[in-house]
């Protein structure tokens, strides 16, 4: 079964999440932002082997620690989706803007496109690609542990941003009503920031895609 432990980095308060399956102890981090030392810390705390990195999208404080932890560790880089390029190549910039330490850009060891899967140990988690908050955004869904990790796609009362470029309204809200609804009502999800919550009760009430 997936296990997870998600801790909040930078100063945008991301929620990496370090899954694992608690058969074989092999572990991915999702969106390995930045704190690396505390990462590190985590990861050797849990007693598990880190064996790659999963990036739902490549926006700096998701993706800004990727090429060093990559480099350090020998770790292959999963995700984004393609359309998230223009994203990886602007890390440098995107750190300065925001006055993160420097980011390098990578390349990723794999792509990833809707309907993908990737295992982790014995687990495996399914790929959807979800654009709209950015154009190469994919959640990864354990349909085993009824979990998914969704990045800025959805969160607890609200929707991922879509005023930068690439963004969009329409996209986003067609990606959450498409690809994660069906996901089921139960499914718990850990978005990119704040707390968790269901599906179910994202339907019931969040202000942007109640009722839908
Ligand atoms: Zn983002
Ligand atoms: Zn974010």
Redesign the pocket.
């Known amino acids: 079964m997936l296990q997870y432990q998600t801790l909040p980095v930078t100063p ?1 308060q ?1 929620n990496c999440s370090i899954l694992w399956c608690d058969e074989t102890k092999d572990a991915a981090i999702v969106d390995p932002g930045g704190d690396l030392p505390r990462l590190e810390a985590a990861v050797a705390r849990l007693g598990v082997r880190l064996t790659q990195i999963l990036l739902t999208h490549a ?1 700096i ?2 993706a800004g620690g990727t090429a060093a932890l990559a480099k350090a560790r020998g770790l292959p880089i999963v995700g984004p989706h393609p359309g998230d390029q223009f994203w990886i190549d602007g890390l440098a910039e995107q750190s300065r803007m925001f006055g993160f330490p420097p980011a390098e850009a990578f390349v990723p060891t794999r792509w990833l496109a809707d309907g993908d899967t990737v295992a982790v140990g014995r687990s495996v988690l399914a790929v959807r690609h979800c654009p709209g908050h950015t154009p190469g955004h994919v959640v990864f869904h354990s349909a085993e542990a009824k979990r998914a990790f969704v990045g ?1 796609v959805l969160f607890a009362g609200s929707i991922g941003r879509t005023d930068f470029p690439g963004g969009d309204h329409a996209t986003l809200i067609a990606s959450i009503t498409q690809r994660l609804w069906p996901m089921g009502d139960d499914t718990v999800f850990i978005p ?2 704040g707390p968790e919550s269901s599906f179910g009760r994202e339907r019931r009430s969040n202000p942007y895609v109640a009722g839908t």
Do not use: I
């Open positions: 945008f991301q926006h404080d998701h800025d990119g920031h």
